[in-house]
């Protein structure tokens, strides 16, 4: 009987491991694959090949309607997440971003000492990238969250300066959120930051 409990406990476990693993699959997915699987993500799943593009900057767009985001390497696309942005009250800004600050292990001084891992901040006034629940709605504060194996990895990716593009649009294309993206521009609270 408590073999069987055990074997139960572990296989669920196993089970749990699995559905949080990122979508991908074991040949290299092209950018157009990145793209059609992109548009069935499930809240909480990513697609992720950094091979398909091995140099030049990270770019990332995120659509709050869509609450996704798309990763490109030298303009190519390497990757796809769900995300959640901020709730009603709690607008996340649109513009164009860059990294300012990485921490693996960081808490909100804002909010109740939130734990926010793999935190890339954004904005100097709180808005930052980071791991968290991913319920297929808006729902942070006005954070990106993204899933936690995604944000370990993107945060493993990305560099000081690398550039965030927050859009309130939806696209047909990802070759389409990368060119709106970059007609965003600055958000004012990265000037305030790059001033000073």
Excluded at 57 to 75: C, D, F, K, N, T
Excluded at 158 to 177: K, M, N, P, W, Y
């Amino acid at each position: 009987m408590l073999r069987s409990a055990y074997r139960l406990a572990r296989g669920t476990g196993i089970a749990l491991l699995l559905a949080a693993a990122p979508i991908s699959s074991a040949y290299a997915m092209d950018s157009a694959g990145i793209e059609q699987r992109s548009t069935s993500l499930d809240p909480g799943e990513y697609v992720w090949n950094p091979a398909g593009a091995p140099e030049g900057p990270i770019e990332i767009v995120v659509s709050i309607p869509m609450q996704l985001a798309y990763v490109y390497r030298g303009g190519q696309l390497i990757g796809a997440s769900t995300v959640s942005t901020g709730m009603p009250g709690h607008d996340t800004p649109t513009g164009t971003f860059t990294i300012l600050q990485k921490r693996r292990t960081h808490f909100s001084n804002l909010y109740d000492n939130a734990p926010m891992p793999f935190m890339q901040r954004l904005t100097w006034d709180g808005i930052a990238l980071h791991a968290g629940q991913i319920p297929g709605t808006p729902a942070s504060h006005g954070c990106v969250r993204l899933p936690m194996a995604f944000a370990r990895t993107l945060f493993g990716a990305t560099g000081l300066g690398t550039r965030v593009h927050i859009v309130d649009a939806s696209f047909a294309s990802a070759e389409q959120a990368l060119a709106i993206g970059r007609t965003m521009a600055p958000d004012e609270h990265a000037e305030l930051a790059s001033n000073g």
